[in-house]
């Protein structure tokens, strides 16, 4: 006879129980998520690049072209994350979060001392890796933060990708704010700003981010997260209204300190949303405190005695258990989509093949327009004070696309089995009218064309992270989803250094000779009017047409796999999860007959 005590008191003084719960906030999820909310939003140091990179171009002796291959590297650090994605498969998160933090901070440090002059002057080659290994480091938090969130969240990933990845494109506004508040207006200390505050951040959460095993409840999970989206879309409500009034108005240092206060108010409004949650959960538990029971358990002298049912689960199950398959092993017959994939299987699934290109031609398009956009409005004549206008309304819609792509098509996914691919194909279509727009402009086109392009940039972002952890499984999601936007960095390269540049030299070489100058005559070689960017665009217009053809083709392979339950077995790990002690104490029970079995029989 076998005496088992369940249940405990309660009691302790007041202080006991806020240390108590204080504790319980700590390590909870609903705080974890809070960290991953405050890392994703200080990983801004890429969007700010054009703040300080003219001070890097006055201070260094540097020409337009030099800066335009550092800002290139910046580009190639921010997205080649296969590093991050192989460490996080054999590493502890907490020692991912360290590598990035390190990173983060050696690559800016060093870029800060340069410009001040506090060692030689560095060369063009020695500026790039610095640039690379900061800009890289964001990576690490990303991989992190989206795999351990998704793995956490299974069934609301798609409005949590949005969410997160909505805080990274807010980060540059918010990093510009507090920085404009600590400093004032000295660009070389913003670049010392970017590369201690990240790491500190990293530190202080080290430990926070990891995997939380729960029963999990969807409803609350969904309303949580929700109200976190809110306060995201108030957060860049307020900073949109304050980037726009400072373009137009001079602010003091009192009144960016006011500014930055009220930003940082407004992020850690989902600090009180995890308390509340948290105190919730405290109540709880605290009525459903009982006295200590006590159960007999008869153990059973001989296994005949468990119900044959009962033996007869339990040995199919353990028949049924399939020994792992090895990392090279069928690396041409994969799983159902939804199942995990091996690296292998995903990387030469057609699947995998045709979200490569949307990403090279339907992002890499898109940040090439991202990236040309000043250079665009003064070609059409636009006032600097405008142009600056419309490149943070591009970035204030960034934000809206990547929180309403996960939002909008959950819903649709949920109600009406609406693919998500579906959804990335209606995107790019979109997002052609965006490049077209600008390819044969009329009066205020380019406001309409950066709203555009800004919200759909932002939105192919989430939908592909998305994409590939329904398709691809959650196993090796930290290798598979920065493989999968490993082709946007070339795309890059090639519309906006091969096919954007050319074209625009080629068109104001054209305007010099048409002026009787030569090149050797002008400093900067600008081209003004229509013509200038009418061929590339139509040529990007047309690369995002054809990625939104794959995206189709992509749409015709999954809509079966997007009709079912994708997430049906997460439902049935919550029914398991709950169970799972009864479970886990009769598999012991049959354990124990077994072995007195062998004992009389020998």
């Known amino acids: 006879m076998v005496e088992v005590g369940i249940g405990s008191g309660g009691g302790g003084g007041g202080s006991r129980n806020a240390i108590r719960f204080t504790a319980q906030v700590i390590q909870g999820r609903w705080f974890m998520l809070f960290a991953s909310v405050l890392l994703m939003g200080s990983a801004g140091g890429t969007y700010v690049f054009g703040i300080y990179s003219k001070e890097i171009k006055k201070t260094l002796g540097y020409d337009q072209t030099t800066i335009n291959l550092i800002g290139f590297f910046k580009d190639l650090g921010t997205t080649v994350g296969v590093f991050s994605g192989l460490l996080a498969e054999v590493a502890p998160h907490w020692f991912v979060l360290l590598v990035g933090a390190s990173m983060n901070f050696v690559g800016y440090f060093m870029m800060w001392l340069g410009v001040t002059g506090r060692i030689s002057k560095p060369q063009i080659w020695q500026m790039c890796l610095y640039i690379w290994i900061g800009a890289n480091s964001q990576n690490f938090a990303n991989t992190s933060v989206l795999v351990t969130c998704v793995k956490n969240f299974p069934e609301s990933r798609g409005t949590l990708l949005g969410l997160l990845k909505g805080f990274t494109g807010l980060s540059g506004a918010v990093m510009t704010q507090l920085y404009l508040a600590i400093y004032g207006n000295a660009a070389k200390s913003l670049i010392l700003f970017i590369g201690w505050l990240p790491a500190i951040i990293s530190l202080f959460f080290v430990y926070t981010i990891r995997l939380i095993k729960v029963v999990r409840q969807s409803s609350i999970e969904k309303r949580v997260i929700h109200n976190y989206l809110y306060s995201s879309v108030l957060l860049a409500v307020f900073v949109m209204a304050i980037t726009i009034t400072q373009k137009h108005k001079a602010f003091s240092h009192i009144g960016y300190v006011l500014t930055s206060t ?69 690396i041409f017959n994969p799983p159902e989509r939804g199942e995990d994939y091996t690296i292998l299987q995903a990387l030469l699934s057609i699947d995998m093949l045709l979200l490569m290109i949307v990403t090279f031609s339907g992002l890499g398009t898109s ?9 665009i409005g003064e070609s059409l004549g636009y006032p600097t004070l405008t142009i600056s206008t419309f490149v943070s309304l591009m970035s204030i819609w960034n934000y809206f696309g990547r929180v309403c792509a996960g939002l909008f098509s959950e819903i649709l996914l949920i109600k009406w089995s609406f693919p998500r691919t579906l959804v990335l194909a209606l995107i790019l279509l979109v997002s052609c009218i965006g490049h077209i727009l600008i390819a044969f402009p009329i009066p205020g086109s380019i406001y309409i064309a950066s709203v555009l392009i800004g919200f759909t940039y932002g939105a192919q972002v989430t939908l592909i992270y998305t994409i590939i952890s329904e398709l691809f499984g959650l196993k090796y999601y930290s290798t598979l989803f920065n493989f999968g936007v490993l082709f946007m960095p070339l795309g890059s390269y090639v519309f906006n250094v091969r096919v ?24 900067d070689l600008t081209c003004i009017g229509k013509q200038c960017y009418r061929s590339c665009f139509v040529i990007l217009a047309g690369a995002t047409f054809f990625a939104a053809l794959s995206s189709f083709v992509l749409v015709m392979r999954t809509i079966k796999f997007y009709q079912g339950d994708i997430y049906k077995k997460f439902r049935e790990e919550e029914v398991t999860a709950k169970t799972a002690p009864e479970h886990t104490e009769l598999r012991t029970v049959v354990d124990d007959c077994k072995t007195k079995s062998k004992v009389s029989d020998s």
């Open 262 to 330: 009220s930003v940082c108010i407004l992020l850690f409004i989902p600090l009180a949303v995890s308390i509340k949650e948290e105190l919730v959960l405290w109540n709880v538990k605290k009525q459903n405190i009982a006295p200590p029971k006590v159960i007999t358990v008869e153990t059973p002298a001989i296994v005949d005695q468990v119900p044959q049912q009962l033996a007869t689960m339990l040995l199919a199950d353990e028949k049924s258990s399939k020994p792992e398959v090895s990392f090279f092993s069928d």
């Open 367 to 375: 940040l090439t327009a991202i990236d040309n956009l000043g250079q």
């Open 500 to 523: 954007a540049g050319f074209l625009y030299d080629k068109e104001a070489m054209k305007q010099l000779k048409a002026l009787g100058l030569t090149r050797d005559s002008v400093k």
